[in-house]
């Protein structure tokens, strides 16, 4: 897949948290990357399942 491509999207993913939050795009990035820090993982779907695996999230 193209890594541009993928950045991108990523990258809308955030925005739309953000405005959904009504916060700022840095402070949802700061968050996740504190969360990603964290569960000491390197992507943020690696943050999903560490973040069910450790009961963080209901399911």
């Known amino acids: 897949m193209n890594r541009r491509a993928d950045a991108a999207r990523a990258g809308q993913a955030i925005r739309a948290v953000a405005g959904h939050l009504r916060t ?21 779907m690696q943050l999903g399942f560490q973040a069910a695996r450790l009961g963080w999230i209901p399911g």
Request: net charge positive; charged share 40%; hydrophobic share 40%.
């Open 24 to 44: 700022s795009l840095r402070t949802v990035q700061r968050r996740v990357r504190r969360l990603m820090d964290l569960a000491r993982v390197q992507t943020r």
